[in-house]
């Protein structure tokens, strides 16, 4: 059924996704924070971000949208004694959401339209601990749960009999995955590199029929190891980044990954009371599109945060893009909002006798 799916991206005219290419490989990737920002060591952080986005998809000929509102990120960071620090989060690594819609096609006497619907993704709960060595140079280890599932719908319609064909698959996942990183931070610069090496993820897949028939069945992949740096720049009232992440396979078996590229700039400006953001980034998928194409991603994003006394910060992002692949292009605009604890660790250090 899979390769059948591929062959519907090739034929079909009518396409609408939160991105069509998530039915490529894992899905569509979505890094961790940490190797897109360099957050503060010193600050007890409390994050929840949500993303919707609306995504208008065209192969030249026709074209439709689709809209998703999604969790984005939980995560936790709490200093510790002696320069250590604790970190947890929980996020969307791949993301499996997509819709597509083949063209009629003809049979004999009959007509067939088929539509597929997927929704789902592999999600990370991520632990770290980290140690500083005299406010200059700190290396941090992690471990990542994968886990997660997913759910295809597909309708088959004969136009002439009005008969509707429904089977369904559903996929779970399990993984796991380790990573370290290491920085250094001399006055207004800071470098950062990492590299997550990948344990395997387990995919199991049930297939549910209209005649209520059930078939399950296995196999392990490698997901692709993750690594690359962040150089930044801070003062007291702007803060620039450039982070970049290649995401490279050593067996893509099956699921044929091949090198996978991201850059990122960040910058930050502390325009009081608000402190002004904003992006710009391009991405070389880890996979290629159905018919053999790189498919690549270009995207622009502004936003504030906003304080909330005695909290933190409300976040507010606007962003938006243009992804390629062979004949397919979709324009996506997305918005995150979000929450944003942190309290300064010298509040604290009394209760650790610091």
């Keep these: 059924m899979k390769r059948f799916l591929i062959l519907l991206l090739l034929l079909g005219s009518a396409l609408s996704a939160y991105s069509v290419f ?22 007890t952080i409390l994050e929840a971000h949500f993303t919707s986005e609306y995504v ?80 200059i140079i700190y290396l941090g280890v992690g471990y990542e749960r994968l886990f997660g599932g997913a759910w295809e719908r597909w309708d088959s319609e004969i136009v002439e009999l009005n008969q509707i064909t429904v089977d369904s698959l559903l996929y779970y996942f399990g993984g796991n995955g380790v990573w370290g990183m290491a920085g250094f931070k001399i006055g207004p610069l800071e470098l950062r590199g990492f590299y997550a090496h990948p344990l395997g993820l387990q995919v199991t897949t049930e297939v549910q029929t209209s005649r209520d028939t059930t078939v399950v069945d296995s ?12 150089l930044a720049y801070s003062t007291d009232k702007l803060e620039l980044s450039l982070a970049y992440i290649q995401q490279k396979a050593e067996d893509s078996g099956p699921l044929s990954f091949i090198t996978g590229h991201l850059v990122e700039a960040n910058a930050t400006y502390k325009f009081k009371p608000f402190i002004l953001t904003g992006k710009a980034g391009w991405k070389s998928w880890y996979v290629e599109s159905a018919g053999g194409s790189p498919i690549r991603d270009i995207y622009l994003g502004i936003g504030t945060r906003i304080p909330i006394e005695s909290y933190g910060y409300g976040v507010i992002q606007l962003s938006g893009g243009l992804r390629n692949g062979g004949k397919i292009s979709e324009y996506h605009i997305g918005l995150r909002a979000g929450l944003e604890f942190r309290e300064l660790w010298k509040r604290r250090e009394r209760m650790w006798g610091g």
Excluded: C
């Design 219 to 230: 196999a392990s992949y490698t997901q692709p190891a993750e690594l690359g740096g962040i």
């Design 22 to 43: 998530n039915t490529r490989g894992l899905g569509g990737y979505n890094p961790p924070v940490e190797f897109i920002e360099i957050p503060s060591r010193t600050q």
């Design 56 to 135: 208008y998809a065209t192969d030249a000929q026709a074209g439709q949208n689709a809209f998703l509102l999604r969790p984005e990120r939980f995560r936790f960071y709490f200093p510790l004694p002696w320069r250590f620090g604790l970190g947890a989060q929980i996020t969307q690594r791949f993301n499996l959401d997509f819709y597509v819609e083949s063209d009629s096609a003809r049979s004999a006497d009959y007509t067939l339209i088929r539509r597929v619907k997927g929704r789902g993704g592999i999600e990370g709960l991520r632990l770290s601990l980290d140690k500083g060595f005299y406010d």
